[in-house]
């Protein structure tokens, strides 16, 4: 029990990574409060784990907007005495050819995923700073780590919550709060789905392009974000650690090329 | 993962007699493995294994040169004999040269990057051979800090731990598909032998290496433990070809 009678927030929580991260720091002892926009969706994983004889609560939040964020941390504080664990998490994720790309799609994605994430943290780290201790864990991508066709929205929001998990980890080092990032390589995920419906990847491809042949399972992201929050992290700060299976690293010598027909010539 | 999380593993550490490797090879031992300290140093590598026993640990201690590559498969066959397999290896054997690199004898270069860089490698190629026969296995690479960020007066030392950073990416790469990770640490400043040399030497202070530190503290033997142990859990079963800082955000600071 690494996480015994911490109390964790995890935006995002509803599904995807964000539940299975609430639910790995469950069974590592943890308090779990799921942040989520979608009231129905955060009840829904409430109870999923509840049903366990896990602690976890869900409580509304818009990480776009400041007093939402300050709302929940009032309440997560008044009601448990303080937030140990900050996992920002929440994200949105559309496919767009950059020059076609509509404002309102771009502001939204670095409004939930930069934005979201500074402000959540600025509302959760008050308390931390005063209390000298914490541990923030943000959820990058390897897409924050280069270039990805079509999502310069999302990896431009990715690259930088890499950038602010640097600069908030030296900032706040010396309260004795670390900052760090994960960034998973493609998840088994509702957001994978997204470029397989659009007809733009395929599992299979996903899976051939990564050295290890095949996609992460959410659990595989929660371990590591659970062993960041926790003291076995101690020394642990400003880092961005991929669990890719070997994506970025790989050279991919035989790559398609994008676009394809372009790339064929 | 405290308790016998590596109950019945074989546990390989090269440069485990002293230092961040003993500090390991201990929390490996501790947790259940049975921990080979691998050490060309005899009477360290004696003394440490012995140390270990007395706590009622598994561990044992063979020479090993990773400067020589004939006596990685040698030692990796002996093992496998003993042992039935070697579950983990971690290439932590290092030597550290400071000087002006202007002035820094041919000597001193190949010696750093021979021990560091090819030891690295042929041990990692001499235990890839089981591990990929048997389809399992995770490979541990002592990087540093020094391999993203340069230190006056440090360059064979840099280079070398850079290269570590490649190598990681390159093998683990290679061998995703077929079980066997391959990943690396990059510790901070930590209070070991070797910091507390460079401190007696005058090449730095204790004061200057907290400040210079987010945290403002060295990092303790215990802490580097914790993460090597992590990443050769099954809990990073998705983690290959990435090396983990454990720097107290070292890497991450940019200002004055």
Redesign the interface.
Known sequence: M?LADRVAVVTGAGRGIGFGIAQAFCREGAQVIIGELDVDRGRDAEKRLTAQGHRARALVLDVTQAESCAALTDRVTADHGRIDVLVNNAGVFTLHKSEEMPEADWRRQIDVMLTGVFLMTQAVARGMIARGQGSIVNIASIGGMGGWPMRAAYNSAKAGVIAL??VL???W??YNIRVNAVSP?VVRTEMMNVAIREGLASAEQYARR????RV??VD??A??V??LASD????????N??????W????NLHARGFPEEVARG | ?ADQAFAGATVVVTGGGRGLGFGMARRFAVAGAHVVIAEIDRAAGTSSASALRTEGLAAVFEPLDVRDPEQGPVLVEKLVADRGAIDIWVNNAGVEYNGPAETLSRRDWNETLNVMVSGTFFCAQAVARHMLARGKGVIINVASVNAFTAIEGRVAYCTAKAAIVMLT??L???W??RGVRVVGIAP?VVRTELVERIIREGWASEQLYERR????RL??VD??A??VL?LASD????????T??????W?????F
Do not use: C, N
């Not at chain 2, 530190?213 to 403002?216: G, I, R, Y």
């Not at chain 2, 983990?244 to 955000?249: E, K, M, T, V, Y």
């Open positions: 690494t998990t640097e980890a030296t900032e080092a010396h390589g990564t050295p290890m042949g992460a399972e595989e992201i371990d590591a659970a062993f076995r992290a101690s020394y642990v700060t400003g880092v650690l991929r669990v890719d299976g070997g970025v690293p790989w050279g | 993962m990416q390159a683990g790469v290679e995703a598909k901070g530190t987010p945290m403002h990092g303790r802490e580097i914790d993460a992590f809990r990073a079963k998705y983690i290959t070809a990435e983990l800082r454990i720097d107290g955000g890497v991450a600071y940019q200002l």
